[in-house]
């Protein structure tokens, strides 16, 4: 194996970690958020439902109050709330990552002198180029607050 391939390869590894790595994180920020979202706007209306009664009843009335009470504390929902935006948030983030993933792929899974995984390996290094020159230096990008 020559030193082309064993830096193909281990580019290959460390980019298909850091987009899963990326996904993950991804995936529990947009589960909190889609949890705690949802939460927030069925709170007011199982609080109008507690608090509207169709009758003058002390027993609806507490009955009522006491499904509030259940639904309030009850993480349940919450829970599959949260996994489904966790699965929406991983998804998003991989479609969003499909070239680097593509290449990891390619560079991880192809065989030991392949000139495949040694394209797939330049293309993780012309696409990390590009990635820090124009998505994180800025370089080329429109200027929102002024300036040339």
């Known amino acids: 194996m020559n030193i082309y391939s064993i830096c193909a390869k281990g ?11 990326d996904a993950h994180k991804n995936g ?23 608090h509207n009664i169709s009758k003058v009843s002390s027993v609806e009335m507490n009955a009522k109050k006491s499904w509030f009470r259940f639904v309030m ?3 349940i929902k919450e829970s599959i709330d949260a996994t489904l935006g966790y699965v929406k948030g991983c998804w998003e983030s991989f479609v969003s990552d499909l070239v680097p993933a593509t ?11 392949s ?16 990635y820090l020159i124009y998505d994180i230096m800025g370089v080329g990008k429109r200027k929102y607050l002024g300036g040339d």
């Open 11 to 21: 580019l290959g590894a460390l980019t298909a970690g850091l987009v899963v790595y």
């Open 28 to 50: 529990m920020i947009m589960g909190t958020m889609h949890s705690k979202s949802n939460l927030s706007s069925n709170m007011a209306d199982e609080y109008v439902n507690a």
């Open 73 to 75: 504390d009850n993480n």
């Open 103 to 113: 290449l990891a792929t390619g560079a991880l899974l192809s065989k030991k002198n």
């Open 115 to 130: 000139v495949f995984g040694k394209v797939c390996g330049l293309g993780l290094v012309a696409y990390g180029v590009k």
